[in-house]
């Protein structure tokens, strides 16, 4: 297994416009989560999948934000009609319920909004 | 609400010297503790957690931590540091019951090894 995956690693984008990331979260592993990272912050949880539900939204997901995980499997984030405060490091985590309480990030994306 | 609280958000220390970054939480039930580190574009590694039992955790790559509910702290320490331990370092916490993932992050502790 190769861990947790996230694509592209890197977006610069034109305000306004949509991006969507995508993670892949490691094998069986059922609960995935998204995090945006700004600057000198530490990552601010926004949502979570239990395999393709999505059981949890933070206030910070706001209505240009949709995260899905259509088969339970890998996820996306979407972000429409982008802003410079959406500049930031997304990371996506995944781990498995019931067992050790640890979850796995990837390397994240990290947008830039120019 | 549970919020993360990391004193200091520069230390410097030399070569060998004491690692000591502190961090208090906010709970009115201990949560599950976690310190996670971050080196440059890269995602968070877990260092060490703490769930339950032995309230003195050792982690990866010399680190421990100590659980202490009177004080409700969870302070990282490392007895020599290493420049490969040159990196930011997050405390977090997570809800007992919710079973791992979501996560309270304290905004870090950049730690600088001067050789």
């Known amino acids: 297994d190769t861990g947790v995956s996230q694509d592209p690693r890197h977006k610069i984008t034109k305000r306004g416009q949509n991006v969507t990331f995508r993670c892949d979260p490691i094998?069986?592993?059922?609960?995935l989560y998204w995090y945006r990272q700004t600057l000198g912050q530490g990552p601010e949880f926004l949502t979570y999948?239990?395999?393709?539900?999505?059981?949890?939204k933070s206030r910070l997901l706001s209505d240009r934000f949709s995260a899905e995980r259509p088969k339970g499997s890998f996820s996306t984030l979407e972000i429409q009609r982008t802003e410079q405060g959406d500049s930031a490091m997304y990371l996506c985590?995944?781990?498995?319920?019931?067992?050790?309480?640890?979850?796995?990030f990837g390397q994240g994306t990290r947008l830039t909004v120019v | 609400a549970q919020s993360v609280t990391q004193l200091g958000s520069h230390v410097s220390v030399s070569e060998g010297a004491l690692v000591l970054l502190r961090c208090n939480y906010s709970?009115?039930?201990?949560?599950?503790l976690f310190w996670y580190v971050q080196y440059p574009n890269q995602g968070l590694q877990l260092l060490l957690k703490?769930?339950?039992?032995?309230?003195l955790v050792k982690g990866i790559n010399g680190f421990e931590a100590e659980f202490k509910k009177s004080e409700t702290s969870f302070h990282l320490t490392k007895p020599s540091a290493h420049m490969s331990d040159a990196a930011e370092y997050f405390c977090?916490?997570?809800?007992?019951?919710?079973?791992?993932?979501?996560?309270?992050f304290g905004q870090g502790t950049e730690l600088s090894v001067k050789p």
């Open positions: 977090a916490v997570s809800p007992r019951g919710n079973q791992g993932g979501k996560l309270i």
């Open positions: 985590a995944s781990s498995v319920t019931g067992q050790n309480t640890e979850a796995f």
């Open positions: 703490y769930t339950t039992g032995a309230t």
């Open positions: 709970s009115s039930v201990p949560p599950y």
């Open positions: 999948f239990q395999n393709e539900a999505q059981l949890e």
């Open positions: 094998s069986e592993h059922n609960r």
